[in-house]
């Protein structure tokens, strides 16, 4: 299934394919442990109770320049929200966190539904059947479609069989635009995913199970990134999406502190861009500093 009308010149697709490099957002979860979210609660849960916070955070990122904003729906599935006791709220809380991310943005702007790992095995790792899997990435999608999502990212995934079901659910039950990202650690050996899968493996096995748009996100500071992003670019012609973190996060006075400045990272946002990179964005640690960082670095302010 594709966008039913592919010649909308708000289409993310076709401002990629026009040569511009799109803003997308920093953390979700960091802004929300600023604002309120306890340690160990559950951001899902906050799309139906503070409503004002998923709001604002949304709009402080289309402010700063994004042009593309996240759900707040990482844990959005079944299988992490019944670890709070919400199992039966899982549509609920993915259908209002699309409204309410689409509810700050403009006519040229982008709400992209935040899907991340089940925290499952497939069998015969774990006890979860593909079929089960599906459906409730299906559940998740179809969801995220309804509030009025513009794409998925299905991000920070470690095995290729759990991104694949994620993105044909969202291929076979929904006309979103959809990204598939992976998160990879670098070892003696050099970059590899939790699960043993390279980036150029990602990107063309990404690509082969159907997503419009491939990448990577979290795990790693920017010039990581780099490197990761060139690698991927190698393999694939599919438009490119980096989400970075701000540096490995380190401990003092008792707080979870990221290193790496706006403005350091905003020197390396654009050799992400040279190395042909389409959509650039922050994951763990960083704000909305940073995304007005990258906004000014890309001459988009």
């Not at 402080?60 to 006791?85: I, K, M, P």
């Not at 702007?109 to 991340?116: P, Q, T």
């Not at 795990?219 to 999406?241: F, H, K, Q, V």
């Amino acid at each position: 299934m594709h966008n039913e009308n592919p010649s909308r010149k708000n289409d993310v697709l076709c401002r990629i394919k026009s040569g511009e490099t799109l803003i997308s957002d920093g953390a979700t979860g960091t802004f929300l442990q600023q604002n309120g979210l306890e340690p160990g609660g559950d951001p899902e849960e906050f799309n139906a109770t503070r409503p004002d916070v998923v709001k604002r955070m949304a709009s402080e990122y289309f402010l700063s320049g994004s042009d593309l904003v996240l759900t707040n729906s990482f844990g959005g599935t079944v299988y992490r929200q019944s670890h709070y006791g919400f199992g039966d709220r899982v549509a609920e809380f993915n259908k209002l966190a699309a409204e309410h991310a689409k509810s700050q943005a403009t006519k040229d702007k982008f709400v992209f539904g935040s899907v991340g790992p089940t925290g499952e095995f497939l069998q015969p790792l774990g006890n979860v059947s593909d079929g089960e899997m599906y459906d409730a990435f299906k559940i998740q999608v179809t969801a995220l479609e309804a509030g009025g999502a513009d794409g998925v990212v299905i991000e920070t995934m470690t095995a290729m069989e759990e991104a694949s079901l994620a993105i044909q659910a969202a291929k076979e039950n929904t006309h979103l635009t959809v990204a598939a990202t992976m998160t990879f650690d670098k070892g003696p050996r050099g970059y590899f995913t939790m699960m043993g899968i390279t980036p150029e493996q990602a990107a063309s096995g990404l690509a082969e199970s159907g997503a419009d748009i491939v990448g990577t996100n979290c795990g790693n500071g920017i010039d990581n990134m780099i490197e990761i992003a060139e690698r991927m670019r190698s393999a694939t012609a599919l438009p490119l999406l980096v989400h970075s973190n701000a540096g490995i996060p380190g401990m003092e006075k008792g707080e979870i502190i990221y290193p790496e400045s706006p403005e350091f990272m905003a020197e390396r946002f654009l050799q992400l861009k040279e190395v042909g990179v389409n959509i650039i964005g922050g994951c763990c640690g960083t704000g909305p500093a940073h995304i007005e960082a990258l906004a000014k670095a890309l001459g988009k302010r």
